[in-house]
T-cell receptor, first 116, second 112 residues
Framework: NAGVTQTPKFRVLKTGQSMTLLCAQD?????MSWYRQDPGMGLRLIHY???????DQGEVPNGYNVSRSTTEDFPLRLLSAAPSQTSVYFC???????????????FGQGTRLTVV | GENVEQHPSTLSVQEGDSAVIKCTYS??????FPWYKQELGKRPQLIID?????GEKKDQRIAVTLNKTAKHFSLHITETQPEDSAVYFC???????????FGAGTILRVKS
């Protein structure tokens, strides 16, 4: 049981390049999400998915696309990288808490992306 | 949409002292408030949560309080230890934990 696996861990991109950040979970969670973490700004939601075939925008979706063809995978695509997208990206999948009154998010190890 | 503010941004305490981190939220429909701890270079992990129908919840040295009327909630850590040093994030959700909105984080340093 690997949990949430993100690849790659580090990447340097040139402005205008595109890339896909991969995220896979083996816990059969329906809900998955992508966050970016910037100093002093916490974790900001980019896109999320409540199940296979369903995605929606979060707080900061511009410049990013997602798809959810399977329960396990939730890739994040940068269409044309910009320096403002330099950040640490976290993928998460969520399951209901024991009392089923909330959800616990399980995060991947993060991808540190630098756009030059 | 929901907005979560978190204070202070940094907090230094002596080992053994208590630490308190406060958050306010804007959406009165929010009903779930988790706290995550992120150690240096690691991923965030859930440490405690509270629902809107509960005023306080404790788990050993950590506790969370919620004032639904004032729309603020707090994390209390007693008898702090060096391993409590980390970044702590509060969050709020109107969907039982899905679509979390996070605060900006608090860097807690416990000095021994």
């Amino acid at each position: 049981n690997a949990g949430v696996t993100q690849t790659p861990k580090f990447r340097v991109l040139k402005t205008g390049q595109s890339m896909t950040l991969l995220c896979a979970q083996d816990m059969n969670h329906e809900y998955m999400s992508w966050y970016r973490q910037d100093p002093g700004m916490g974790l900001r939601l980019i896109h999320y998915s409540v199940g296979a075939g369903i995605t929606d925008q979060g707080e900061v979706p511009n410049g990013y696309n997602v798809s959810r063809s399977t329960t396990e995978d939730f890739p994040l695509r940068l269409l044309s990288a910009a320096p403002s997208q330099t950040s640490v990206y976290f993928c998460a999948s969520s399951r209901p808490t024991r009392d089923r009154r909330g959800s616990e998010a399980f995060f991947g190890q993060g991808t540190r992306l630098t756009v030059v | 949409g929901e907005n979560v503010e978190q204070h202070p941004s940094t907090l230094s305490v002596q080992e053994g002292d208590s630490a308190v981190i406060k958050c306010t939220y804007s959406d009165s429909a929010s009903n779930y408030f988790p706290w995550y701890k992120q150690e240096l270079g690691k991923r965030p992990q859930l440490i405690i949560d509270i629902r809107s129908n509960v005023g306080e919840k404790k788990d050993q040295r950590i506790a969370v309080t919620l004032n639904k009327t004032a729309k603020h909630f707090s994390l209390h850590i007693t008898e702090t230890q060096p391993e409590d040093s980390a970044v702590y994030f509060c969050a709020a959700s109107v969907r039982r934990g899905n679509k979390l909105v996070f605060g900006a984080g608090t860097i807690l340093r416990v000095k021994s």
